[in-house]
């Protein structure tokens, strides 16, 4: 099959086959191409859906990104059950091989610095939610006051529904904040990321917490047992733990996966909700950016 080269992550070699019914971005099935001692996990894609152009179209699409998501998302997955991946950004493609060979030399000290630190880990999502809009819970405020003795009282109760909503988000920030501090302490690393859009996730409630934890494979079992102990203390809040996920949220080399899951807009912004969006819908949720394509 001819076309483009999509490049899903870069691995140390693994003896361990893929799924052979694994089926990657636009359908072609994920390959490996060793180079310096460094595997990347490749496949096909079309030009005509994958070039500078069209992919720049298809990034205003979130139907098809969502797609494109959840099907790098899988080749992720499969992956992380054989390997320790360092995944690339979503929509990372080049013209052909060499492309991704010059690729792997141009960075191959970032990716083996940070394959090494990811060895034998796996990024656990933990993300907490206050499950009461204060706005909702002290009702609307009181009809315009027709008498000073009517006035007194509407302020009154304005002052306290404002102290209600300013307690309540004190004890959820807190409990997060004190949530953080305990599940940091057992990790290896740890990544506050920004409160999600509630619009964008549709998650019910306020996001108070968005954090990733890096955690070696051997001691998930005890991290996921030490979140749901957290879980009898959060009256009024919801504690989601995700995972286990390729360590997105801590790959930093250069052109590897999100680091920050703040400030994005455009492009780059809505291929990452798109890829959040996969790891969440994957098959087993910190990102993705523009075609790179080599030459």
């Known amino acids: 099959m001819t076309g483009l080269r999509y490049v899903y992550a870069v691995c140390h070699p693994f003896g361990t086959p893929l799924q052979a019914q694994l089926s990657g971005v636009a359908g072609d099935p994920p390959r490996t191409l060793i180079h ?3 595997v990347a996990v490749v496949s096909h894609v079309p030009e005509a859906d994958f070039s500078e152009e069209p992919l720049r179209a298809h990034l205003e699409d979130l139907d098809w990104l969502s797609a494109t998501a959840r099907a790098h998302q899988g080749v992720i997955d499969a992956l992380t059950t054989v390997t320790t991946p360092l995944p690339l950004r979503l929509g990372t493609v080049f013209r052909d091989d ?14 083996r610095r940070t394959l090494d630190r990811l060895e034998g880990k796996v990024e656990w999502g933990v993300k907490v939610y206050a499950e009461t809009d204060p706005e909702a819970s002290t009702g609307p405020p009181p009809a315009e006051p027709a008498k000073a ?22 004890q959820a920030e807190t409990f997060a904040t004190r949530l953080h501090e305990r599940l940091s302490a057992y990790a290896a690393d740890s990544r506050l990321h920004a409160p999600q859009n509630a619009v964008l ?17 051997s001691d998930s079992e005890e ?10 203390d959060a009256s009024g809040m919801r504690v989601e733990l995700t995972g286990p996920w390729a360590a997105y949220s801590f ?18 912004g809505r291929a990452e909700e798109a890829q959040r969006a996969g790891r969440a819908a994957g098959p087993a949720e910190p990102s993705a950016g523009s075609a790179e394509e080599g030459t």
Do not use: C
């Open 251 to 268: 790959a930093e080399a250069e052109g590897t996966a999100e680091t920050a899951e703040a400030g994005k807009a455009g492009e780059a």
């Open 36 to 38: 310096h001692g460094l």
């Open 149 to 170: 003795a009517s006035g007194r009282d509407y302020l009154r109760r304005r002052r306290m529904q404002t102290r209600a909503r300013e307690d309540m988000w004190q």
């Open 98 to 111: 060499s492309g991704v060979r010059m690729m792997i030399e141009a960075r191959e000290e970032d990716f």
């Open 223 to 232: 991290f996921v047992e030490l979140v749901d102990r957290t879980k009898d």
């Open 201 to 217: 996730s549709g998650a019910a409630g306020r996001n108070v917490l968005n954090a990733a934890y890096l955690v070696p494979r």
